[in-house]
């Protein structure tokens, strides 16, 4: 353990002010936050401080170029009352790789672990306990590069806060199928969790939310084609019975946790599941042929979260009522029973945080 953590508690809790029965997703925040500074080739001023702005020079090269990086993590409690973590080494080992392709320096896992045990201990009482509530961990690191000039940055900031969140869709999403913008392209940083990636989809985001729809499902960046993923989620597709979802191996597509975990399960079900390229007119085909059973995407924040119906090129493709959607009910419902402890946990996803450990130590 070489890295020292300080804590500096806040004096007034906010906890008192939250209706924990009705979450929004992502505008509340928990008491404390984490942050370490990289300089001179090591991390560190390892601190758990009382959320609040960080004060930041306006030659900010992460403001100014966006070499800046993100994860998306979620915690509830078991039945025992312990903070669970799922899957928080995948989503360490994808942050370093973000990092790796924005030429940003590896966070020790150390101090990523670090950082969630210290929250998730401090701030246990945030953690909700309502269905479908949970406690969306947010670490996040940008170059802090005081200086106007493009060039990787030598100096970064590494910060972790929570927010106590609800359910992120409350209906079937409705999803835009682009023929024109593309968000990744192979030797691209579509496998990144990079603030850039997000930034190009805004202005067709805003323009098809215009349109009334929620999400753009994102086609491949050179026949415009083959799916890739839908905002902020994994797609899965279901003709026939058989369970098909992109492959990973352009490095066009973000290495979804929720996706893997739900190809594991699909898998343990005996469904058959394919990791292939997938066209748009392949699914239209189905579609007229009666045989689409299903559309989802995957993601953290949305779980599982069933397509209602998708634009393509003028015409809107529906797809059936989610109460008939067995197969992807049944693996949503499997998910969400691991996620919270109230299931066994086979794979060994879920991380405890040692809170008997951290609450000894913190003063
Ligand atoms: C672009 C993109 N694709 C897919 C996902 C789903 O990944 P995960 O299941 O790891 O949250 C996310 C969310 O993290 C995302 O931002």
Redesign the pocket.
């Known amino acids: 353990m070489g890295y020292k953590i300080h804590i500096e508690r806040t004096k007034r809790s906010r906890i008192g002010n939250v209706d924990f029965s009705n979450l929004p997703f992502g505008s509340i925040f928990s008491d404390h936050m984490f942050i370490a500074e990289y300089e001179n080739g090591d991390w560190d001023n390892c601190r758990v401080v009382p959320f609040g702005n960080i004060s930041i020079h306006p030659a900010l090269s992460a403001l100014h170029y966006g070499q800046a990086i993100f ?2 993590i979620k915690a509830e409690k078991n039945n025992e009352g312990v903070p669970i973590v799922f899957r928080p080494q ?2 360490f080992e ?1 942050f370093n790789l973000s990092a790796e392709r924005m030429a940003m320096p590896q966070v020790p896992e150390e101090i990523f672990m670090g950082a969630i045990d210290h929250l998730l201990t401090i701030d246990r009482d945030w953690i909700p306990t309502s269905p479908d509530s949970s406690l969306y961990i947010r670490p996040f690191m940008f170059a802090a590069e005081e200086i106007v000039g493009i060039k990787p940055a030598e100096r970064f900031i590494f910060c972790v806060f929570t927010s106590p969140v609800g359910k992120y869709y409350h209906h079937p999403v409705r999803v835009y199928v682009h023929d024109k913008y593309v ?1 990744a392209f192979p030797g691209g940083t579509g496998y990144a ?1 990079c603030a850039g ?2 930034a190009a989809a805004m202005m067709p985001l805003r323009e098809i939310k215009k349109l009334g729809y929620d999400q753009i499902l994102w086609l491949d960046g050179i026949h415009h084609r083959y799916l890739q ?6 797609i899965f597709v279901i003709i026939d019975g058989i369970i098909i979802t992109p492959s990973l191996h352009e490095g066009t ?9 739900i190809i594991t399960l699909a898998q343990e079900e005996g469904y058959v599941v394919q990791e292939r390229d997938i066209s748009i007119d392949e699914v239209i085909d189905a579609h007229n042929q009666g045989k689409l059973d299903d559309m989802f995407g ?4 949305a779980v599982l979260s069933h397509i209602g119906e998708f634009f393509y090129k003028g015409e809107v493709y529906e797809l059936p009522p989610v109460e008939l959607r067995d197969v992807s009910n049944k693996l949503r419902q499997r998910l969400i029973a691991i996620k919270s402890g109230k299931a066994e946990d086979l794979y060994g996803w879920l991380y405890h945080v040692p809170v008997g450990v951290y609450a000894a130590q913190i003063p």
Do not use: C, P, W
Request: no cysteine.
């Open positions: 994860e998306g995948k989503n994808r968000r969790k990636n997000y993923e839908i905002g902020t989620m994994n597509i973000l290495h979804g946790v929720t996706r893997d975990s995957t993601g953290t924040a």
